[in-house]
């Protein structure tokens, strides 16, 4: 969510001349956004480990 939020409060700093501001907002998406998804990548695999089935393993699918 907070990428979302940093890529709004970006797009609008861009929009308005505020280079400074679209430059920290775009760093800070970029890195909430990869970091979340990292997250849930992690998460997936942790639960799938705990299961003992691989990733592409679709059971109950």
């Not at 861009?14 to 907002?25: D, L, M, N, P």
């Not at 990548?41 to 691989?54: D, F, N, P, V, Y």
């Amino acid at each position: 969510m907070v990428g979302i939020a940093a890529l709004g409060a970006t797009l609008t700093a861009a929009g308005s001349g505020f280079r400074g501001w679209a430059t920290i907002g775009a760093i800070v998406c970029v890195v909430s956004l990869l970091g979340g998804s990292g997250w849930l990548i992690l998460e997936h695999r942790r639960i799938k480990a705990k299961e003992g089935l691989s990733l592409t393993d679709q059971v109950g699918h």
